[in-house]
C-alpha cells in the first residue's frame, strides 16, 4: 500500500527566483498604443522599432494595471472570484533570544521539515525570507512538489479532459493585436523544439521560440501566468515551468523559471497534464492507468519586525520550525 505524501525537490530555479524572470517583456499593450499613431509611420509597422521599445515599458506598467482591475472586478462576484488566492497564513512568534536588530547576525533563518519528518538530512528544508508583501502572495515559485494521492485513470478531472496534443493551449494573459486595431486569442503549441505563438482561430504562427528545460515536451498547461510542461528524457521525468511573456526586442528563448526532477517518484512515464482552478497538478501516465495528485509548495516567510511574528505559506505544525539568527 501507497503511504503518501512524497516530497519532490526543485532542481532548478531561474536567479531571479520569481516570475519576473523576463523583466523587460513586450506586452501587447505596447502594439495599442503605436495604433495611436498614424498608419505610415514606422513606429506603428514595426513591432521591434525604437519607438515600440521606448514605449515598451510604460506599456508593462498598463498591461499590469489593466490585469490587477481585471481581477479586482472579479472578486466582487461569487462566479468569477479566484479560488486559488491566500487565504490562511500560519504565524510564528519570535522568542526574545532571537535578537532581531543584530546587525552582525546573518538575518532570521527558518528550517523545518514536510510531512512531519526530522528537520535533518534529506528531510531538511530551508524556509526562505520574502520581504516583498507582493512578492511573498503573489510572484514566488514553488520550492517543492508534494504528491499527494493516485488513483485510476479517468477520461478528465473536475470535468477538465485531458489534452489529445500539446497544442492549442489559451494564453489566458495576453493577447495579440495587430496593425489595424483588431485583437486575437493566443494559444501556445509545441512542434520540434520550438514553442509557437498561434493565433486562436486561424493558428496562424506569430512568434517561435526554441524551448529550454529538462526533457523533450508531452504535454503543457497555461496556469498562473505560466507555462508547466512535462518533460522526459529516457527513464527520467520532469516537470517544468516556462515563462511566456516575450522579452522586447524579441528573443529566441523563453525564460526557464524552474525544474522538478520526478523520476524518483512516478512509478510510470508521465503524458499528460491538468491544472485545477485551487492550484491541484495532476497528471496521468502514458499507458493510462494511474493519475497523480501534486500540489505545489512554497517554503516562504515574511517578517513582522514591530510585532516579531514570522508569516508562512505552508502548515509545519507536524515537524515545527526551528528559528536562529546564527
Excluded at 485513470?153 to 473536475?158: F, T
Excluded at 485531458?162 to 495587430?178: E, F, I, M, N, R
Excluded at 516537470?239 to 520526478?262: C, E, G, H, R, W
Aim: charged share 20%; with cysteine.
Amino acid at each position: 500500500m501507497t503511504v503518501f505524501p512524497w516530497q519532490i525537490p526543485r532542481d532548478y530555479v531561474n536567479p531571479s527566483g520569481n516570475l519576473s524572470a523576463s523583466g523587460y517583456y513586450r506586452s501587447y499593450v505596447d502594439q495599442e498604443l503605436a495604433n495611436q499613431f498614424p498608419q505610415w509611420m514606422h513606429i506603428r509597422e514595426n513591432p521591434i522599432s525604437v519607438g515600440q521599445q521606448f514605449m515598451s515599458p510604460m506599456a508593462m506598467f498598463l498591461d499590469e494595471l489593466e490585469h490587477k482591475m481585471d481581477d479586482s472586478f472579479k472578486s466582487k462576484f461569487i462566479t468569477t472570484a479566484a479560488v486559488n488566492e491566500i487565504d490562511v497564513l500560519y504565524k510564528l512568534k519570535l522568542p526574545q533570544s532571537v535578537d532581531i536588530t543584530d546587525a552582525n547576525a546573518s538575518g532570521v533563518r527558518c528550517v523545518a521539515a514536510p510531512s512531519g519528518g526530522a528537520p535533518s538530512g534529506v528531510n531538511q528544508i530551508w524556509v526562505e525570507q520574502i520581504n516583498n508583501l507582493e512578492r511573498f502572495y503573489y510572484q514566488v515559485l514553488p520550492t517543492r512538489l508534494e504528491v499527494v494521492a493516485s488513483s485510476d485513470y479517468a477520461s478528465s478531472v473536475d470535468n477538465i479532459a485531458w489534452h489529445a496534443t500539446p497544442s492549442g493551449v489559451l494564453d489566458l494573459h495576453q493577447k495579440y493585436t495587430d496593425f489595424w486595431k483588431v485583437e486575437h486569442d493566443l494559444t501556445w503549441a509545441y512542434d520540434g523544439n520550438k514553442m509557437k505563438k498561434q493565433d486562436r482561430e486561424t493558428m496562424g504562427t506569430y512568434e517561435e521560440y526554441v524551448l529550454t528545460g529538462s526533457g523533450t515536451l508531452t504535454d503543457m498547461y497555461f496556469y498562473d501566468n505560466m507555462l508547466w510542461w512535462i518533460g522526459v528524457e529516457g527513464n527520467n521525468y520532469f516537470l517544468n515551468i516556462t515563462n511566456p511573456k516575450t522579452q522586447q526586442p524579441q528573443s529566441q528563448y523563453l525564460d526557464l523559471l524552474a525544474v522538478f526532477n520526478m523520476t524518483d517518484i512516478l512509478l510510470h512515464e508521465p503524458s499528460k497534464l491538468i491544472i485545477d482552478e485551487e492550484r491541484n497538478i495532476w497528471i496521468s501516465n502514458t499507458n493510462e492507468s494511474k493519475i497523480y495528485k501534486l500540489n505545489p509548495r512554497y517554503d516562504y516567510f515574511i517578517l513582522d519586525r514591530d510585532s516579531r511574528y514570522i508569516y508562512m505559506r505552508e502548515d509545519y505544525i507536524n515537524s515545527g520550525v526551528f528559528v536562529s539568527n546564527t
